[in-house]
């Protein structure tokens, strides 16, 4: 009876809020969109993390505010901002920014191609660090806090082992790696940075510090020197800071406000935020979008096998999800060219390979061009290889071609917990995958011939969609992670360069003049919450997790944006939970985060 009560309650609670969001999602619908006048301003307020698609849309405000706006969001906003003769200027307030380094310079280039129209374009910096910093050295005029700190002191990058917490817990990983670079599971077998591990994050941590110093050179108009001695002063205060010419002025809101109003010729400006003007549509502001329709399909997150047809699910690629998008762009005759827009430090091998046949089914349909955001490694870059020409950031990950098993046995910890095991098999390696008896010798030689079976189809699907020989692509190989600016010298993608350049490269590939205006049509298309909630699984009604992970996606958007280690949280649980399953990985070696 108590069953029953509780469940009739359950059903009660979700109708009812059902009902509600329904009636929301319908006021939605029939706003209008917001309308601005003449001297407006856009803030350009940055926080936290800045997505490659943008999560469901949330009915209710306070939700809705939590949301990060997606990079495409930011791109044709600053865009249109260019165009808007109603707007007459751009602030960017960056804050707890946790975007990766190659997005980083996405927006970089975005504000750089804004300060071509003339407009003025004013950062104010509250706690700013190093990605804000960076961000608002695109501003042609700098203002923070006087007793504020600049916490720009270079960059850190840190490694986290737990060797000696399984041996505590009585955990063995057996861990079989093709590539002596693809080191992920070191952190389950090693106390620190092997040789290889040590050699290759050196290079990255150059190449994203010098990246960084160069940036704020060529934009405060400093030397080198000057930059990297005022980075080895930091933290410094905001009146620190003007005294040696790294802002522009002292003051709070008001002083922007000020600066503003001079600038208008002292028309009042008129505040639009970012998200009012993310839906303004880029059809109303003249010379920004035209007839010639250019897909951009996302793929952003961890890999992982599945129909992914139904529930929330976003910061993963769903094999069955996204190959279901990539027919759907095939078959729409009103896309007249793709851009593959890869996010992803790799994930489950067999996925990997399901997605690059339908991203290859897709290339024979219609012209396409790959382009690389923060990741596109491991798998990341075996979905990638269609053929097509690659795009790529120079402080973009990519590569590391190389496989990876895991496999964990516990019979310390049950030992310890008093637990035993008692089993029976037929089949020489029934007990390969037992988390309870050590690997045998066969069973180690079984587990290598599947990874180098894998390794070499690997190989042999770079080399196809590179145009190169296997042994060619095998010096390059070995698990190796290498930054955009190496990868095009080794030729493993073909251009540097943002959402801009992909775009030019498309044009070209679908006969569009390069001076054609088009219309960036995202894919999957942005969802409402209503229709996450009438997703269903299998036919079945949307389930507990499927109708509240909205919900919690939100707020934990908000404690991550929050949490200094945010972005690396919300990598961790998919990463972990594919590096304890026992099985065949293409997954980048490490999550790198530079700070």
């Not at 003049?513 to 999957?524: D, F, H, M, Q």
């Amino acid at each position: 009876m108590k069953k029953f009560l509780l469940g009739l309650l359950t059903g009660i609670l979700f109708c009812g809020l059902a009902v509600v969001l329904v009636g929301l999602a319908l006021m939605r619908f029939a706003a209008r969109p917001p309308s601005i006048g003449p001297d407006s301003v856009l803030m350009l307020r940055l926080e936290g993390d800045v997505p490659e698609k943008a999560p469901p849309e949330m009915p209710l405000p306070f939700l809705e505010s939590q949301n990060p706006v997606s990079l495409p969001d930011v791109w044709l906003a600053l865009k249109k901002a260019a165009a808007d003769p109603r707007i007459e200027a751009v602030v960017i307030e960056p804050r707890g920014v946790t975007a990766g380094w190659a997005k980083l310079q996405e927006l970089r280039m975005e504000l750089d191609q804004f300060q071509k129209s003339g407009k003025p374009l004013v950062a104010y910096l509250r706690n700013p660090g190093v990605r804000e910093y960076y961000l608002a050295s695109g501003a042609g005029r700098i203002f923070m806090a006087p007793q504020d700190s600049l916490d720009v002191k270079g960059l850190r990058l840190e490694t986290m082992y737990f060797k000696d917490t399984l041996d505590k817990l009585g955990v063995k990983a057996d861990v079989v790696h093709a590539g002596k670079y693809k080191d992920a599971g070191d952190m389950f077998t090693r106390t620190s940075m092997s040789p290889e591990t040590r050699e290759v994050l050196g290079q990255v941590l150059d190449q994203y510090y010098g990246d960084l110093v160069e940036t704020i050179a060529r934009a405060r108009r400093k030397t080198v020197d000057q930059v990297k001695e005022f980075i080895d002063q930091g933290p410094v205060s905001g009146e620190r800071a003007f005294a040696g010419g790294w802002v522009d002025g002292v003051g709070f809101d008001d002083s922007v406000m000020r600066e503003l109003k001079r600038r208008l010729h002292e028309h009042e400006p008129k505040l639009v935020p970012l998200r009012t003007y993310v839906k303004i549509p880029a059809s109303s502001v003249p010379g920004v979008q035209g007839p010639k329709r250019i897909a951009l399909v996302v793929g952003e997150g961890m890999i992982v096998s599945g129909r992914g047809d139904s529930g929330f699910q976003d910061g993963l690629i769903v094999s069955g999800r996204l190959n279901k998008v990539l027919r759907e762009v095939g078959s729409d005759a009103s896309i007249q060219g793709v851009i593959l827009r890869v996010d992803s430090p790799g994930g489950d091998g067999v996925a990997s390979d399901e997605i690059l046949n339908a991203a290859r089914e897709l290339s024979r349909k219609k012209p396409m061009v790959i382009s690389m955001s923060d990741y596109a490694a491991s798998g990341g870059y075996f979905i990638s290889m269609t053929g097509d020409p690659i795009v790529a950031y120079p402080n973009t990950l990519t590569g590391s071609i190389g496989v990876i098993y895991n496999r964990f046995s516990a019979r310390g910890l049950y030992n310890k917990l008093g637990i035993e095991k008692d089993s029976m098999q037929r089949g020489k390696y029934a007990a390969i995958d037992s988390d309870y008896e050590p690997l045998s010798a066969d069973g180690q030689k079984k587990v290598e011939d599947e990874i180098q079976r894998f390794y070499q189809g690997f190989l042999k699907r770079v080399a196809e969609g590179r145009k190169r020989k296997p042994e060619e692509i095998e010096l390059l190989a070995q698990g190796r992670v290498w930054l955009g600016t190496q990868a095009r010298d080794n030729r493993l993608i073909d251009e540097l360069g943002g959402l801009d350049r992909a775009i030019e490269m498309v044009k070209k590939k679908a006969g569009i003049a390069a001076s054609a205006r088009i219309t960036l049509v995202p894919y999957p298309a942005r969802r409402s919450l209503l229709e996450v909630l009438l997703s269903s699984r299998d036919d079945e009604s949307p389930s507990v997790e499927t109708m509240a992970g909205p919900l919690l996606g939100a707020w934990e958007s908000r404690r991550l944006a929050a949490t200094p280690a945010g972005a690396g949280l919300k990598w961790l649980e998919p990463t972990a939970r594919l590096l304890l399953e026992d099985g065949v990985l293409e997954l980048m070696p490490y999550r790198i985060e530079v700070r």
